[in-house]
């Protein structure tokens, strides 16, 4: 009996092992490796959104409170409604000292692009020499460390003085606190070109035209551009100053001028704007950084 019950189990054996897989389907699984795969942009993006909220809230927080215990200082909210009737309309000129934001905005960057521009135009080409020929750069080292901690208001009525005009005289401004970064770094960065480089260069008796576009210039720029993103930070920062006490069309003046109206509101969302201004412009040179250091490397 036993042997003939083997018999028909072997005799089945081969039809279900030959069955279509299909005929026995497998119990699903729970999609639980494809659920954490599809929370991890979210849990990357609570992680980087949150501290910042974190601390834009507690500086609300804090402006609330000052705001409750001064009748004079707007609230956060009196402040958001004042911004909402400001940027309706930032480019209305109705007189040459009644103007939007947006006009005032763009006459600081202006100046702050002409003396800028100027800077770079001057330090960066003396910042090459410095670095390059000693003598030079025993020349300048003295006047370099006497100049530098001077405060570029106090060149304000220097230029005054010589360029009789408000204008030029925040223009000068910005050159003199722009080219300080500008000279430094760029002798730095030629001056920490490795040596081997130099004799290599000597050696093929290369000119001094190709030493310094194909040696120097390479190896020296990050260097070029910390120095631009420096000094366009603090060109930034100086043309506000300037401008309070110069007068005219500009971010500053427009400050100053909301001061003297006690509208403190304006006087906040300026600061906001000045903050936002000054962040990308610094985002965008590092940016140009970025790309021209990954050009370099590819190069």
């Given at each position: 009996?036993?042997?003939?019950?083997?018999?028909?189990?072997?005799?089945?054996?081969p039809?279900v092992?030959?069955?279509?897989?299909?005929?026995?389907?497998?119990?699903?699984?729970?999609?639980?490796?494809?659920?954490?795969?599809?929370?991890?942009?979210v849990?990357?993006?609570?992680?980087?959104?949150?501290?910042p909220l974190v601390?834009?809230?507690?500086?609300l927080?804090?402006?609330?409170?000052?705001?409750a215990?001064?009748?004079?200082?707007?609230?956060?909210?009196?402040?958001?409604?004042?911004?909402?009737?400001?940027?309706?309309?930032?480019?209305?000129?109705?007189?040459?000292?009644?103007?939007?934001?947006?006009?005032?905005v763009?006459?600081?960057?202006?100046r702050?692009?002409?003396?800028?521009?100027?800077?770079?135009?001057?330090?960066?080409?003396?910042?090459?020499?410095?670095?390059?020929?000693?003598?030079?750069?025993?020349?300048?080292?003295p006047?370099?460390?006497l100049?530098?901690p001077?405060s570029?208001l106090?060149?304000?009525?220097?230029?005054?003085?010589?360029f009789?005009?408000?204008?030029?005289?925040?223009?000068?401004?910005?050159?003199?606190?722009?080219?300080?970064?500008m000279?430094?770094?760029?002798?730095?960065?030629?001056?920490?070109?490795?040596?081997?480089?130099m004799?290599?260069?000597?050696v093929?008796?290369?000119?001094?035209?190709?030493?310094?576009?194909?040696?120097?210039?390479?190896?020296?720029?990050?260097?070029?551009?910390?120095?631009?993103r420096?000094a366009?930070g603090?060109a930034w920062?100086?043309?506000?100053?300037?401008?309070?006490?110069t007068?005219?069309?500009?971010?500053g003046?427009?400050?100053?001028?909301?001061?003297?109206?006690l509208?403190?509101?304006?006087i906040?969302?300026?600061?906001?704007?000045?903050?936002?201004?000054?962040?990308?412009?610094?985002?965008?040179?590092?940016?140009?950084?970025?790309?021209?250091?990954?050009?370099?490397?590819?190069?």
């Amino acid at each position: 009996m036993s042997a003939i019950l083997k018999s028909e189990v072997h005799e089945q054996l081969p039809a279900v092992a030959s069955a279509d897989p299909k005929a026995f389907p497998r119990p699903a699984r729970k999609p639980v490796a494809a659920a954490a795969r599809g929370m991890q942009p979210v849990a990357a993006a609570v992680k980087f959104l949150l501290p910042p909220l974190v601390g834009i809230a507690l500086v609300l927080l804090v402006w609330q409170a000052i705001a409750a215990r001064n009748s004079a200082f707007p609230t956060p909210l009196a402040t958001f409604r004042e911004a909402l009737v400001l940027f309706a309309d930032p480019f209305y000129r109705n007189s040459p000292n009644d103007q939007g934001i947006g006009w005032n905005v763009l006459a600081s960057l202006k100046r702050v692009g002409v003396g800028f521009g100027l800077a770079a135009l001057v330090g960066i080409p003396l910042g090459f020499i410095i670095g390059r020929v000693q003598f030079v750069g025993r020349m300048f080292g003295p006047i370099i460390s006497l100049l530098k901690p001077v405060s570029p208001l106090a060149w304000l009525p220097i230029g005054l003085l010589v360029f009789k005009s408000a204008d030029p005289a925040a223009i000068w401004s910005i050159f003199i606190c722009s080219i300080w970064p500008m000279v430094i770094n760029t002798a730095v960065g030629v001056q920490r070109v490795p040596q081997d480089y130099m004799n290599v260069a000597r050696v093929l008796n290369l000119s001094e035209w190709k030493v310094l576009t194909k040696i120097l210039l390479p190896s020296a720029l990050p260097y070029i551009l910390t120095g631009i993103r420096l000094a366009i930070g603090t060109a930034w920062l100086v043309i506000v100053a300037a401008e309070m006490l110069t007068g005219g069309v500009g971010i500053g003046f427009w400050v100053w001028d909301e001061w003297n109206n006690l509208n403190v509101s304006h006087i906040i969302i300026a600061i906001v704007i000045i903050g936002v201004v000054g962040l990308l412009l610094e985002q965008a040179l590092m940016a140009l950084a970025r790309a021209l250091t990954h050009e370099q490397v590819a190069n």
